[in-house]
């Protein structure tokens, strides 16, 4: 995503707060904090690790989402290193995200095409859960999976936590039957690969809505639900202004009956995203986006996995979850 001109002046104020010489803190692969070594024989009271404020709570408070196998997700991206589209690590994830998916039972389309950027013609790929309702009608839930294209950037934040949330999010979804049904898009392409603008960005959810309005299928999306950037230890949520009044009031009003007003705050902010592909095609969209522009680690090689909690996971999967059910029942 990409900060709107109103947050410019931000930008302007943020970027001469960071330090200077970014250190490269690459995030080391496979380890899950607190996990490593436990003495082998003591009693269970002894043995559980402490309750750190990250912890992710248990699935059956955050409607069955399990933020520990939200974070594995995040873990297994980053040990891929960074994933700008067209490269092989990227392949990589694409084999991952299908084979969980298919282990979920989730029917997955899949659309291969190739995108014309500035630096070259690349090709890319979206991925489309489709989880049949009773009626007509489409819940769409999305995020983009591709990282930034920069040295040393494995994008734990951004793509990492929000692609992590709509995988646990599948594997509780495809099961279940609804009123209508529920699509999870995962995007390629997302990312600028030179310069943000309208041609250089959101790649795959171009091609997407593209193709859906071409098929007519896009008429059937009664709302989009978009998370970008949803993970970090001390994530804040604000209302985006481009996104849809009657989808912002019901997520932030939905974590507000969930008890977590803290998180998702009233302050307004402008982010240009995948949303924006769906809007401008007449599709209700809310963007769910942590506040990039004061995290301190947007689109530098300091998002890594440090900075991710699995509760931050939980609360955004379990404020999706609700809204969901929300719609469904509308
Ligand atoms: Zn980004």
């Given amino acids: ?50 309750q750190t404020a990250d912890d992710a709570p248990p699935p059956e408070k955050t409607g069955g989402f399990d933020g520990k196998r939200a974070f594995a997700h995040v873990v297994k991206q980053v040990g891929f290193g960074p994933r700008p589209s067209g490269s092989q690590a990227l392949v990589h994830l694409q084999d991952y995200l299908q084979s969980e998916l298919k282990s979920y039972g989730c029917n997955v389309e899949t659309d291969s095409f190739g995108a014309d950027t500035p630096v070259g013609r690349l090709p890319m790929k979206n991925f489309l859960v489709k ?74 959810s171009r091609q997407m809505a593209a193709r859906l309005s071409a098929s007519g299928e896009i008429k059937k999306i009664r709302a989009f639900l978009l998370a970008d950037i949803v993970g970090g230890r001390k994530a804040q949520f604000l209302r ?71 509760k931050t996971l939980a609360i955004v999967g379990h404020v999706f979850l609700e809204s969901v059910k929300q719609l469904q029942s509308k």
Wanted: charged content about 15%.
């Fill in 1 to 50: 995503m990409f900060p709107s001109t109103k947050n410019l002046l931000r930008t302007v104020a943020v970027a001469c707060i960071l330090p200077a010489g970014l250190m490269g803190c690459k995030a080391s692969g496979n380890q899950s904090p607190g996990a490593a070594s436990q003495p082998p024989v003591m009693n269970a009271a002894a043995s559980a690790p402490p």
């Fill in 131 to 204: 989880i049949p309702g009773e009626k007509p009608g489409v819940i769409l839930l999305g995020t983009h999976y591709d990282t930034l294209l920069k040295d040393n950037f494995v994008g734990a934040d951004d793509a990492g936590s929000s692609t992590a949330v709509m995988l646990e999010l599948a594997r509780l979804l495809c099961p279940q039957r609804g009123n209508y049904a529920v699509w999870i898009a995962f995007f390629d392409g997302e990312e600028a690969m030179k310069q943000w603008s309208d041609t250089d960005s959101r790649y795959g």
């Fill in 240 to 310: 985006e202004s481009s996104s849809t009044p009657v989808l912002i009031d019901l997520v932030w009003n939905t974590s507000a009956k969930l008890g977590y007003s803290a998180l998702f705050v009233n302050d307004t902010t402008a982010a240009q995203d995948d949303h924006d592909s769906f809007l401008k095609r007449g599709v209700p969209a809310v963007d769910v986006i942590g506040d990039f522009m004061n995290n301190g680690y947007w689109h530098t090689p300091q998002d890594s996995l440090d900075k991710i909690s699995p």
